[in-house]
């Protein structure tokens, strides 16, 4: 690129020394502050390949008819150089004819440094009542030829041609121009006939022009799963808009945690918006001046295997043709890409005392590494299982302590990411050595005769579990028609009236939960007492009190307000029961109560704004909790700017200045579903702020 200072053939007329000290002194401006360069190559780069000369444009004077009006040439090939000429028909040339090639920079840039590299043939013979003029070059910039002369070259003497065979090179930089000119002309100074009839050329073999880009690009995401409230697996995407008003929007870099994974070229507009020199340690060289496109949409790509489950934070950043950067998300991603079942394992064999059960692992997506087993031994019902110890393979034999019981195996996928656990459905209840599937009748004892005891500590992993029935003696049934094979289906009822199995719920509000308890038949099971257990996320199951089915066996639950919780029911068929009959789970998401405060709404003058709000609802890890900020401009809408983290109270606070001078903003906050804080993804409402 170019040398600190400009050089200039000192074999130049007295008669242009004052424009050449006023070129001088704009050759050593203070530098300029700025936000980002690139540059542009004409013709070929230093390393030889071919641009092309975009950016460029050439201009003539008014052609007058009888005379020779010059020509320009691009440079349209490898090797070629952009050229400008006289003589070339045999006619003479008109005295102040020229002919130039003419550089402006783009809108929000300026032209910081250059480096011309040409050679000349600048003729000057005199033929007697026809020519008597030079021809002359000159390069200057602006608009003025006198005050911005950077270059001047023309024949010493009448008579003779001054030839620059070689390219030689004029170089300056810490410069602001708005643009830059060579010219080739008839000098219309010296003499009072015309040029005469011979060649007079001038050729650019290359040129590199360093432009300042003042403006910095803006954008925002526009979709894509990455921007989304659910957790990602697998390869996720993040759409974006950006606009830019200076070189064009180049590229999109993508950070998780502060560390990039990738940067590309969003739109190559054609193949302009590339680096001409791939090879050095610059990516801002391109062939014309304004390289990218203005206005893009693009997309940018995160493969979340890489990376471990869990939240973590990704930043998405685009930069225009001079490297000025602008954040178009920046938000909390929570990844899953453990495995997840689809498919229940599945057992094959004979269910007999010296029999050998097998084991499939089922169906999984996540494309698990390997596989680990575990076998449990259950009671008939298939509830209240228990590891068997030793029992870890994909094969299991069948001893004398599993008769009259049922058999299940668990089976654990793991890949990179983490591990997933699925049960099987029970097996056929075990035979003993004589085939039989229930122990011989005994008299007395609190069981039913011919049925074996239930296994003890049968609990179903929720703690505090107990049956409601416990304390009355002998067999007593819970409900009418009890049943060991009882089902329970439970559902949120929606207020629309409709029922699911997950609702999202603001903070303190209650939900209601219908149910219905049936046999295996599908017989209500009325009058029955059933609990209910919860388990809020990231800890395990506690028992709660629960209620009475109506006489079909249908039951209304009202779940008190609090956090993001799992719900199942329970069931002791029998007052002497150990195992208990499971509900499906239902989920209900409670948004946390956010909220975002301006500490005015009306800014001038410095316009700084302090925002500040409270993360409520409890449980706010000690370490605070990730809150992103989201502002409003018409015209882009809601968009992520910054992340601040909260005390352990909920509480945060932060500055905001203004870029523009006027309008009307706005701020919001949103919480991400994040580490053991039992609620989903929270926004608060809008606070507009009016800067005059």
């Not at 542009?40 to 004077?61: D, E, K, L």
């Not at 709660?544 to 993001?564: H, N």
Request: charged share 15%; proline share 6%.
């Amino acid at each position: 690129m170019p040398k600190p200072a400009a050089r200039l053939d000192r074999r130049i007329l007295t008669v242009i020394a004052i424009p050449l000290a006023i070129a001088a002194a704009a050759l050593v401006h203070p530098p300029i502050v700025v936000a980002g360069t690139f540059t542009v190559h004409t013709c070929q780069t230093p390393t030889g390949t071919w641009t092309g000369a975009g950016g460029w444009t050439s201009t003539a004077s008014v052609p007058v008819a009888g005379y020779d009006h010059g020509s320009s040439t691009r440079c349209s090939s490898p090797g070629s150089g952009a050229s400008l000429e006289f003589g070339g028909s045999g006619l003479p040339v008109g005295a102040a004819s020229w002919v130039s090639w003419d550089f402006a920079a783009p809108a929000g840039t300026a032209i910081g440094s250059f480096e011309i590299h040409r050679a000349f043939s600048l003729a000057w013979p005199t033929v007697a009542n026809v020519a008597n003029r030079p021809y002359v070059q000159e390069i200057w910039h602006d608009g003025d030829v006198s005050a911005g002369l950077i270059d001047f070259k023309q024949p010493l003497q009448a008579g003779q041609v001054l030839l620059q065979a070689l390219p030689s090179e004029v170089a300056g930089d810490r410069v602001s121009w708005r643009s830059l000119h060579l010219r080739l002309s008839c000098w219309g100074l010296f003499g009072s006939l015309d040029c005469g009839p011979y060649p007079a050329q001038v050729l650019i073999s290359r040129a590199a022009i360093g432009l300042t880009d003042t403006e910095a690009p803006a954008g925002f995401a526009t979709g894509g799963a990455l921007a989304g409230s659910e957790s990602v697996r697998g390869v996720a995407g993040l759409s974006l808009r950006a606009a830019d008003a200076g070189g064009g929007v180049y590229r999109v870099a993508l950070a998780v945690a502060g560390d990039e994974v990738s940067r590309h070229v969003i739109d190559d507009a054609g193949g302009s918006c590339a680096d001409v020199e791939p090879a050095n340690d610059d990516p801002y060289e391109f062939g014309t001046s304004q390289p990218c496109r203005l206005h893009v949409d693009g997309s940018v790509q995160l493969d979340t295997a890489t990376l471990r489950d869990g939240p973590h934070v990704v930043r998405a950043t685009v930069e225009d043709a001079g490297g000025n950067t602008a954040v178009v998300f920046d938000g909390t991603v929570q990844m899953h890409n453990a495995p997840i079942n689809s498919g229940a394992p599945m057992l094959s064999g004979q269910a007999s005392v010296g029999a050998q059960l097998a084991a499939s692992p089922g169906q999984w997506d996540g494309a698990p590494t390997g596989y680990d087993h575990r076998w449990l031994r259950c009671d008939a019902d298939g509830a209240a299982c228990r590891p068997v110890a030793g029992a870890t393979g994909a094969a299991y034999a069948l001893t004398a302590a599993d008769a009259y019981h049922r058999v299940r195996v668990e089976v654990t996928a793991a890949n990179g990411s983490g591990a997933a656990t699925a049960l099987s459905a029970p097996s056929a209840l075990v035979a003993d050595a004589d085939g039989r599937t229930a122990p011989p009748s005994r008299q007395g004892g609190g069981g039913a005769a011919g049925t074996p005891d239930p296994a003890p500590g049968a609990g179903g992993g929720i703690q505090g579990i107990a049956n409601p029935l416990g304390q009355l003696p002998g067999h007593v049934a819970n409900g009418s028609d009890a049943s060991a094979h009882a089902r329970i289906a439970v559902a949120f009822q929606r207020p629309d009236g409709g029922t699911g199995r997950r609702i999202s719920t603001p903070y303190g509000r209650r939900g209601t939960i219908v149910g219905r308890l049936t046999d295996a038949s599908g017989a209500g099971i009325g009058g029955a007492q059933i609990g209910a257990a919860w388990r809020i996320d990231g800890r395990g199951w506690v028992a709660r009190p629960g209620v009475r089915t109506g006489a079909d066996g249908r039951f209304v639950y009202v779940l008190p307000s609090g956090p993001s919780r799992d719900v199942r029911f329970t069931y002791f068929a029998y007052s002497d029961s150990r195992a208990i009959e499971l509900s499906n789970v239902v989920h209900v998401d409670v948004r946390a109560p956010l909220t975002i405060r301006a500490d005015r709404r009306r800014v001038s003058g410095a316009r700084v704004v302090r925002l500040s709000g409270h993360v409520g609802g409890g449980s706010i890890p000690r370490t605070g909790l990730l809150v992103t900020l989201e502002g409003f401009q018409r015209g882009w809408g809601w968009r992520a700017f910054r992340t601040v983290r909260t005390d352990r109270h909920g509480r945060w606070s932060t500055r905001y200045r203004f870029r523009l001078t006027a309008g009307r903003f706005g701020f919001r906050a949103l919480v991400p579903h994040q580490g053991a804080f039992p609620f989903a993804t929270s926004r608060s409402a809008g606070v507009f702020v009016l800067v005059s």
